[in-house]
């Protein structure tokens, strides 16, 4: 497995993965093309042999950082993915002054939130009625 910046060309493959992962509420192949004209955007994506298998990407500005997305393809959960990509983003954070992360997670996605505590994340507060479908969300946080 290899760990690498997203490029554009990885975007069609990001958005395919995307609409698999979160069929609710997908980032549309507009929106993550557009995280390039951010120069706070840093996405970062794990390759197996050449294939697309996972990606994240996080924001950093002013001393914070917020992990907008995260997603590993089916086959391979469960197998250190998920670990590997939140802590390049964690380290891309901490390289660019960030001395706190924060993430946002479904209060029913039991399998991030597990991944996020074993990557140091802890509970901040809830947000309720946040996603569209009405269901809350978990602020979580990692300090630097």
């Given at each position: ?27 549309s192949f ?16 794990a390759e ?65 939130m597990e ?30």
């Open positions: 497995m290899k760990i690498r910046k997203w490029e554009y060309k990885d975007i069609l493959r990001i958005s395919q993965i995307e609409t698999e992962c979160f069929p609710l509420e997908p980032w507009k929106m993550l093309a557009s995280s390039f004209e951010s120069e706070s955007f840093h996405g970062v994506l197996d042999g050449g294939e697309i298998i996972g990606y994240g990407g996080i924001t950093v500005a002013a001393g914070t950082a917020d992990i907008a997305n995260v997603a590993v393809t089916e086959p391979y959960r469960h197998s250190g993915v998920g670990t590997a990509i939140i802590s390049e983003l964690t380290k891309t954070a901490a390289s660019l002054g960030a001395e706190k992360v924060f993430l946002e997670v479904r209060v029913s996605n039991s399998i991030a991944l996020y505590l074993k990557s140091g994340f802890k509970g901040a507060y809830a947000r309720t009625r946040y996603y569209s479908d009405g269901e809350d969300c978990l602020v979580m946080v990692k300090e630097l």
